[in-house]
């Protein structure tokens, strides 16, 4: 076999279904290997596409989501959709074909030292120079993509290597040589968080995407119903404990409730799992949490003291130590007075907007929350229509949320949503996105249409970059610089008109109810459809804890 044909073979070993490349000359050989091979090849139309789709399909089915692209630019436009699955623990592999080994080093057309380019922000890489290590290299990328905390794998392959024969030896188990098992939960320090947890009399919770990732969901939710204890998760953890639960406290951080972020600052013991103390959590760290004993569970020895000391460490798998939390008898001690402040903090600081008769983000948000009853997948692009989303949307179980938290980055949300859509057929995945983050990856209309994607698209449409136009509002006397997006105070451009010219339905609406209307024509509709939102341009993202703050800084209106 050529080293091309066994990587399509040991992808398909793998269980890889979809792929998400863009061919070029160093890479061609592969696309010509994967005709035939069983495997769905998803041709996005820009590299940084297929990485961001890749993650999305990772995101919703939990498997690690392939890539691929050609030497030095196809490689360089993965980078992004590379990084954001560093920063959100997202399993990817990326798969670079590499110019010839005579040249490496040479400045040869199309050459680009991807593995170091990419060095920082993957778990692993491999640059291949022999088709016989294919079978292993594969096989170990595609299991520490997954294992541990998840993240991404780069493997480049030179373009020889894809032409060279030889005979595959495809291993049955991995050879990770530097890979560690996570270790168990130390009984000593369990026995110092029992004893943290039976003493204090104003615990919380403050969970994140490592639940997600160790499916303890449920164990969570039994741990916290049990001992009483408020839940508060971070961005990425949305969905790990259900919204309308009495002990849920929604999002914590600088778009958080205020609620969270006065319970996290008001409690005695801080329970911290699978988080890793995001600066758009803490604000200012040295005053997050600080009347707290902290105890951080996570997977990753890195994160625990990086940004926040803990009391009490426990590296370990989380799934693991919910478990035995699980299996303690539980106390209630003194927790009645505690929980009747927060009811009264959640009364009088109920997340609001302007409930007169503009079209705003959060009224658009609540009706679609409404219109799907809360079941729906939600893919967001990054700004103000992403935290009114984490707001506003009754999120009920993980992986409901897909969004780029870590990296931020715009022009997410269109190729994700379609990775998702890819990777579970069968559920309703809808993007909500904003004008300008939708405009960064739009040319990704065309593999929706190309690819018969039934993805359901909401463009929340206020003529501009709205988080940094708010903060300009809040932090710069309203002194806007190359923020709008508007066409002398028009709307611009003509995203109906765009959406038409790659074959997608698409309708205006200017107020609610012809939203609402518009909401239930596309969800019937059975093809992929696209509703251009106007809604008014003023409306902030509030609550808001500037950067680098504390709770006490937090503006509500």
């Given at each position: 076999?050529?080293?091309?044909?066994?990587?399509?073979?040991?992808?398909?070993?793998?269980?890889?279904?979809?792929?998400?490349?863009?061919?070029?000359?160093?890479?061609?050989?592969?696309?010509?290997?994967?005709?035939?091979?069983?495997?769905?090849?998803?041709?996005?139309?820009?590299?940084?596409?297929?990485?961001?789709?890749?993650?999305?399909?990772?995101?919703?089915?939990?498997?690690?989501?392939?890539?691929?692209?050609?030497?030095g630019p196809g490689a360089t436009n993965l980078v992004t959709g590379i990084a954001d699955a560093w920063n959100d623990s997202v399993p990817l592999v990326a798969i670079t074909a590499q110019v010839n080994q005579r040249l490496i080093g040479k400045n040869a057309f199309q050459e680009?030292?991807?593995?170091?380019?990419?060095?920082?922000?993957?778990?692993h890489s491999y640059l291949v120079l022999s088709a016989a290590d294919l079978p292993e290299v594969i096989k170990d990328a595609m299991t520490l993509a997954v294992t541990g905390r998840p993240g991404p794998i780069l493997i480049d392959i030179t373009c020889d290597v894809l032409r060279q024969e030889c005979e595959p030896i495809f291993p049955e188990q991995p050879n990770l040589r530097a890979w560690t098992m996570v270790p168990d939960v130390e009984q000593a320090t369990f026995k110092l968080l029992m004893k943290a947890l039976r003493k204090c009399k104003r615990p919380c919770i403050y969970a994140g995407g490592g639940i997600v990732h160790a499916g303890a969901a449920e164990a969570l939710q039994d741990f916290a119903q049990k001992w009483q204890i408020p839940v508060a998760t971070s961005l990425m953890g949305k969905g790990i404990f259900p919204e309308d639960n009495p002990l849920s406290l929604r999002m914590l951080?600088?778009?958080?409730?205020?609620?969270?972020?006065?319970?996290?600052?008001?409690?005695?013991?801080?329970?911290?799992?699978?988080?890793?103390?995001?600066?758009?959590?803490?604000?200012?760290?040295?005053?997050?949490?600080?009347?707290?004993?902290?105890v951080h569970v996570d997977i990753d020895a890195s994160e625990i003291n990086k940004n926040k000391h803990a009391d009490i460490a426990?590296?370990?798998?989380?799934?693991?130590?919910?478990?035995?939390?699980?299996?303690?008898?539980?106390?209630?001690?003194?927790?009645?007075?505690?929980?009747?402040?927060?009811?009264?903090?959640?009364?009088?600081?109920e997340l609001q907007y302007a409930t007169?008769?503009?079209?705003?983000?959060?009224?658009?948000?609540?009706?679609?929350?409404?219109e799907t009853k809360g079941n729906a997948t939600i893919v967001t692009g990054v700004g103000q229509h992403q935290m009114w989303t984490a707001q506003f949307y009754n999120f009920k179980h993980p992986r409901q949320l897909l969004t780029s938290g870590g990296l931020g980055a715009m022009g997410f949300g269109l190729p994700a949503a379609l990775g998702a859509k890819l990777a579970k057929p069968d559920e309703l995945v809808l993007l909500i996105d904003g004008d300008g983050s939708f405009q960064m990856n739009i040319q990704e209309l065309a593999t929706v249409f190309a690819e018969k994607i039934p993805l359901k698209m909401v463009l929340l449409n206020n003529k501009r970059l709205g988080m940094v136009y708010q903060w300009e509002e809040l932090f710069f006397a309203g002194t806007h610089a190359n923020t709008d997006m508007s066409l002398n105070g028009k709307y611009y451009p003509d995203f109906v008109t765009i959406a038409k010219g790659y074959g997608i339905p698409a309708t205006v609406v200017t107020n609610l109810k012809d939203f609402r209307n518009a909401l239930r024509k596309m969800l019937s509709d059975k093809g992929p459809f696209l509703i251009d939102a106007r809604i008014i341009a003023d409306e902030q993202v509030l609550p808001m804890i500037p950067a680098g703050g504390t709770c006490e800084d937090i503006i509500t209106d």
């Open positions: 076999m050529t080293g091309a044909q066994i990587v399509a073979e040991c992808l398909l070993r793998e269980g890889v279904d979809v792929l998400f490349a863009y061919p070029g000359g160093t890479s061609m050989r592969l696309h010509q290997a994967l005709l035939g091979s069983g495997i769905r090849v998803i041709l996005p139309r820009h590299e940084q596409g297929a990485a961001f789709a890749a993650g999305g399909y990772a995101r919703i089915s939990g498997k690690a989501g392939v890539c691929m692209a050609t030497s680009t030292d991807i593995v170091g380019v990419t060095r920082p922000i993957v778990k951080g600088m778009h958080g409730t205020y609620y969270a972020n006065k319970t996290v600052n008001e409690c005695d013991l801080l329970l911290a799992f699978g988080v890793r103390f995001s600066d758009r959590v803490t604000g200012e760290v040295s005053h997050f949490a600080p009347n707290a004993t902290i426990i590296n370990a798998d989380i799934a693991q130590a919910l478990d035995m939390l699980c299996q303690e008898k539980p106390e209630r001690h003194g927790r009645k007075a505690w929980l009747a402040a927060i009811e009264e903090w959640k009364r009088q600081h007169d008769n503009t079209f705003t983000g959060p009224a658009a948000i609540e009706a679609i929350s409404q």
